[in-house]
């Protein structure tokens, strides 16, 4: 669904990728481990068109995105829950979901897709006028979600959706990732849950310093010496 060739990308004269290929193949969840720094974030802002690279190829479907503007990019169907849970604190929660169907795509079955995002929600169904910015930590990382299901992504990319979260609302997220991923939804997850996530993915990859320094099936990871010793703490 999504091939990164060789992708360059720079915040002034500092690079943040150098020569990233991966490929995501649909209806599979696909990992991206690497420490503080290593390019995760500028990687998914780049494939999601808030970034331009400098040099290299990004192809969802059949499109060339790589340096299209972002509303385009989603149009196309690539979703992302932002690191931070980007949620408008001052509008309602059924106005923030509202605000997630806006793109030309998510307008026909907008209904239909609420509906589901409740059932998938609960919890965000009984307080649908409540300001977003009064829910918890959990709740408004559940309503980004969400918000995201809104514009019927068919990839969806995860920026450490876990952090800040208690491990019990850690383990309803994760069961929350895998019951898209049970639905057919393509999936990129960078989470800093390192174990988690590639016990979710079939295919995963280790970014160090910008650049794709191991790849493989998630469980093959978890099994990798080096991968143990800088991310599992073993
Ligand atoms: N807005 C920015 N301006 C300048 N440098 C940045 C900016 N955002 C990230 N960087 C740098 O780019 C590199 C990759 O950062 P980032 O993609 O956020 O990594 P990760 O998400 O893996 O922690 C780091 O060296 C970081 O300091
Ligand atoms: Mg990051």
Redo the contacts with the bound molecule.
Sequence with gaps: MLTVSDLDLY??D?Q?LDGVTLQVAAGQTTAIV??????????I?AIAGILKPARGSIRFKDHEIAGLPSHVVCDLGVGQVA?GRQIFPTLSIRENLEMGAVIPRARAGARQTYDRVLDLFPRLRERLEQAAGTLSGGEQQMLAIGRCLMGKPDLIMF??PSLGLSPALVQELFRIIRALAAEGMTIIL?EQNVAASLRIAQTAYV?EN?RVVLSGTGEALLADPAVKQAYLGL
Aim: charged share 25%; glycine share 24%.
């Design positions: 915040y002034g500092a943040a690497g420490a503080n720094g290593a390019g995760k974030t500028s990687l802002r690191e920026d450490e960078v970014l910008g």
